[in-house]
């Protein structure tokens, strides 16, 4: 079976587009997060993740993975400490990457 890919864009919840709302549980949240985007990259499931510049209410994540299913992709998402603590908000897309360059060289 191939493996689809999705995109899941992850905001901020409107509070902490303001930096001196961040509490140190918030920053142990996205800690978290991170950890588990190294998980997915560790195995293998992870293709790109990042976030725009700026902390604002124009700030966006994006994170592109590869899943064998809808269900596991929605799983995938919806297990982020990030969403699943509410620190951010996240919307799923089936995702093709066409072209990938490799700039690590």
Request: avoid cysteine.
């Amino acid at each position: 079976m191939e493996r689809k890919q999705f995109l899941y864009k992850l905001k901020l919840i409107e509070r902490l587009t303001d930096e001196k709302n961040w509490t140190e549980k918030e920053n142990e949240i996205v800690s978290q997060h991170f950890g588990y985007l190294q998980e997915m990259l560790n195995g293998k499931k992870l293709i790109l993740a990042g976030k725009t510049k700026g902390l604002d209410e124009s700030t966006f994540g994006i994170v592109i993975f590869e899943s064998d299913s809808d269900e596991e992709a929605l799983s995938i998402m919806n297990g982020d400490p990030a969403v699943k603590e509410g620190v951010m908000t996240a919307e799923l897309f089936p995702y093709q990457v066409a072209l990938m360059g490799d700039l690590r060289s």
